[in-house]
């Protein structure tokens, strides 16, 4: 968000997503066919409390399956294999130039999804304070796409001007006050339960809570990240009450054994910007530690064929292609640009649970959360047997850290949390060239771009 012409433009934009999910009331979410015309002062009808929501849905799985490439790409997830030289900057770990085309293009969505939601939470919650909200659930569901963003931004970017409005521009929280925006997550998401609770909508609380245990547990991840130093090597997990709670409590809301709150997307709505860099484009693809590459090194091999998608990563206890692994990356080829992106899960309440355990010394307790997930999952489309549970106490097994490890990469895999993994287990991404900044300067994540940087007075020093 920023003070010069450009954000005019942005502005018209943002509020377009609106107007957009106004008109398609009457007929399908941001229908660009529908022939209504809507201008700016419905949004203060409260009969447009839902298209608010929406319009904060829309920007922020957007947001989401954009930004979601480059931070990929900075990880061992993706790797580089085609003409852009930007993608080959972020796949080396050189994560902080503020001109990197792929990151500056993404900045300005996750700022209109924070901004989208920050102004459909205060429509939203006027007309709920003077009782004329058609739907109490609407405010509920923007409170999680505020949360979302707002974690979203914690974990990509090292600063961000939060208080920007448009076309009003605001300084930056700082480096070291970036924590803020987990607290705000946090207190976005205690409102929505509370809202979730008064209408007994239980999967709104369930999508809530589990996003507040994310929230919560990643707010400790950056803390044990800046600043980096030794300790946090030695002292790599994360045990907090309000996360092992809150995983709790989603588990017990959960209605499925692999409950999941994913980001659709469809070509009636939007597309992802990973599925068309890595399906279609073919600018980047999976890294060589997760699959095995077609002769062409563009693709995954078998996954066009009979013989199905080639997983090099194999299950540390049984030997077999990771199944988990192996059904993501399955589901996001054939999804090509349109696939589902996954935010929270049942399987990440498992794992902050674990990691609580393993935080205490107890390996056998936490065997039993990552049992938990690992019974989900078969040795193979012929090979129905579950995958053999973990003992910490049989040698023959991996050693508990190590066991995390593995089940975090390969559940967690393209949900944005592999590059904190990277710097606080201490285990570089295998294309980091010796002096990229992601070796050298453990916890670099994305910075403010140069799009906004010569739009806001307060960072080019024009106020």
């Known amino acids: 968000m920023s003070t010069t012409k450009s954000l005019g433009v942005r502005s018209r934009a943002i509020i377009a997503l609106w107007l957009a999910a106004l008109a398609a009331a009457c007929s399908g979410l941001l229908d660009v066919q529908n022939p209504n015309n809507v201008n700016q002062d419905n949004l203060n009808n409260p009969a447009a409390a839902a298209a608010l929501a929406n319009g904060a849905l829309s920007a922020t799985a957007r947001a989401w399956g954009n930004v979601l490439t480059p931070y990929s790409e900075a990880t061992d997830e993706l790797t580089w294999i085609g003409s852009r030289d930007a993608w080959g900057d972020l796949d080396q770990g050189y994560l902080s130039g503020i001109t990197n085309e792929f990151v500056d293009a993404a900045f300005p969505q996750v700022a209109q999804a924070r901004w989208l939601s920050d102004e459909s939470i205060k429509r939203l919650r006027r007309f709920d304070s003077a009782s004329v909200l058609p739907n109490r659930g609407?405010?509920?569901?923007?409170?999680?796409?505020?949360?979302?963003?707002?974690?979203?931004?914690?974990?990509?970017?090292?600063?961000?001007?939060?208080?920007?409005?448009?076309?009003?521009?605001?300084?930056?929280?700082?480096?070291?006050?970036?924590?803020?925006?987990?607290?705000?997550?946090?207190?976005?998401?205690?409102?929505?339960?509370?809202?979730?609770?008064?209408?007994?909508?239980?999967?709104?609380e369930l999508n809530l809570t589990a996003m507040r245990a994310r929230?919560?547990?990643?707010?400790?991840?950056?803390?044990?990240?800046?600043?980096?130093?030794?300790?946090?090597l030695t002292n790599p997990?994360?045990?907090?009450?309000?996360?092992?709670?809150?995983?709790?409590?989603?588990?017990?809301?959960?209605?499925?054994?692999?409950?999941?709150?994913?980001?659709?997307?469809?070509?009636?709505?939007i597309s992802t910007g990973i599925g068309f860099e890595v399906n279609q484009r073919l600018e980047s693809r999976f890294g060589d530690l997760y699959?095995?590459?077609?002769?062409?090194?563009?693709?995954?091999l078998g996954c066009d064929s009979?013989?199905?998608?080639?997983?090099?990563?194999?299950?540390?206890?049984?030997?077999?292609?990771?199944?988990?692994?192996l059904k993501t990356i399955t589901d996001f080829v054939t999804g090509v640009q349109y696939g589902s992106l996954t935010v929270v899960s049942k399987r990440e309440m498992y794992l902050i649970l674990a990691e609580s355990r393993l935080a205490q010394n107890d390996s056998v307790g936490a065997a039993t959360y990552i049992n938990n997930i690992r019974v989900l999952n078969q040795k193979s489309a012929t090979d129905t047997t579950k995958l053999t549970p973990y003992n910490p106490l049989n040698p023959a097994h991996p050693r508990a850290l190590a066991m995390y490890q593995h089940e975090r990469r390969v559940n967690l895999f393209l949900q944005g949390r592999r590059l904190?993994?990277?710097?606080?287990?201490?285990?570089?991404?295998?294309?980091?060239?010796?002096?990229?900044?992601?070796?050298?300067?453990?916890?670099?994540?994305?910075?403010?771009?140069?799009?906004?940087?010569?739009?806001?007075?307060?960072?080019?020093?024009?106020?």
Request: proline share 7%; with cysteine; net charge negative.
């Open 215 to 232: 929230a919560r547990h990643a707010k400790v991840v950056w803390q044990k990240l800046n600043p980096f130093s030794a300790a946090t």
């Open 306 to 325: 009979t013989i199905g998608c080639q997983i090099r990563l194999n299950d540390p206890i049984d030997g077999v292609p990771d199944p988990v692994l």
């Open 420 to 463: 904190a993994d990277h710097y606080r287990f201490g285990v570089p991404a295998d294309k980091w060239t010796l002096n990229a900044e992601a070796r050298l300067q453990p916890g670099t994540v994305f910075p403010i771009t140069n799009t906004e940087r010569l739009a806001n007075c307060y960072i080019n020093g024009t106020c």
């Open 138 to 204: 609407d405010l509920g569901r923007s409170y999680l796409y505020g949360a979302i963003a707002y974690t979203m931004i914690g974990d990509m970017f090292d600063d961000f001007p939060i208080g920007s409005d448009r076309q009003v521009a605001a300084p930056p929280l700082g480096p070291a006050n970036m924590a803020q925006v987990y607290d705000t997550a946090i207190a976005y998401t205690t409102r929505g339960i509370a809202i979730a609770q008064a209408i007994g909508d239980h999967t709104l």
């Open 291 to 300: 699959i095995v590459p077609t002769a062409d090194g563009k693709r995954v």
């Open 237 to 269: 997990l994360v045990n907090d009450a309000g996360a092992v709670a809150d995983a709790n409590a989603a588990l017990a809301l959960a209605p499925s054994p692999d409950w999941k709150f994913q980001f659709g997307y469809s070509s009636g709505t």
